[in-house]
């Protein structure tokens, strides 16, 4: 079983919808937990960063951790075509914080 | 500021052959790191630099693979001989802190024939 798990999609959405990405992980110790965007060809590229539980919001993007139930949540508002790529799930423990576990990644298409 | 860059962009070679990869981290990042994604598989960590030092290389997958990181700065990762499930993309990131937040390069794909 893999440590960190995500639905590859593709999702796709009009523009303007509400997207929902989750991911869910096995290791209670994982602390730290990232949101990676990720377009063809190019790096993951840093959108949100949690530590612990609760909820972070940064302009269209909201990051939410759920440590007892072990599930992690991006949601986009307002989804513009320029959102379409692909979404990857991190996370790390405490003592190796820079040890990512990434999940495979969403697929997201917002089409115009 | 400049990001991440990372050399070739892409790269092809025969099995057997010898590649090195090189990575640029932002400037002021005394944190370094290789990560890998191979076809059908999840990003991985391959290893850890605090400026020169290796201080985790517990994701490297054998002794074919060398990484350096000279006075500090840029850092190489050298696969030897290469192998065909060495074929994957090749990622360097750096982080001015010891934090899960990285920053990434566009990677390096390698393809090995």
């Known amino acids: 079983q893999k440590e960190v798990e995500q639905d590859p999609g593709p999702l796709s959405v009009p523009e303007g919808a509400i997207v929902s990405l989750n991911c869910t992980y096995s290791?209670?110790?994982?602390?730290?937990f990232m949101w990676y965007r990720q377009y063809s060809r190019k790096g993951p590229e840093l959108l949100m960063y949690t530590y612990s539980s609760g909820n972070k919001e940064d302009g269209r993007f909201t990051a939410q951790v759920d440590k007892s139930s072990k599930y992690i949540s991006l949601f986009i508002r307002d989804s513009q075509p320029s959102d379409s790529a692909t979404y990857l799930c991190a996370m790390s423990g405490m003592d190796s914080s820079y040890k990512l576990i990434f999940g495979s990644g969403t697929r997201l298409l917002v089409r115009p | 500021e400049a990001g991440v860059t990372q050399f070739p962009s892409h790269s092809v070679i025969e099995k057997g052959q010898t590649v090195t990869l090189r990575c640029d981290p932002i400037s002021g990042h005394d944190n370094l790191y290789w990560y890998r994604r191979v076809m059908g598989k999840e990003i991985k960590f391959l290893l850890h630099f605090v400026k020169e030092s290796k201080q985790d290389e517990s994701g490297m997958p054998n002794n074919r693979f060398l990484a350096e990181r000279t006075g500090g700065t840029y850092s190489t990762l050298k696969v030897q001989p290469a192998e065909l499930e060495d074929s994957g993309v090749y990622f360097c990131?750096?982080?001015?802190?010891?934090?899960?937040?990285?920053?990434f390069g566009e990677g390096s794909r390698l393809t090995v024939l």
């Open positions: 990131a750096s982080s001015p802190q010891y934090t899960g937040e990285l920053f």
């Open positions: 290791n209670s110790a994982f602390q730290y």
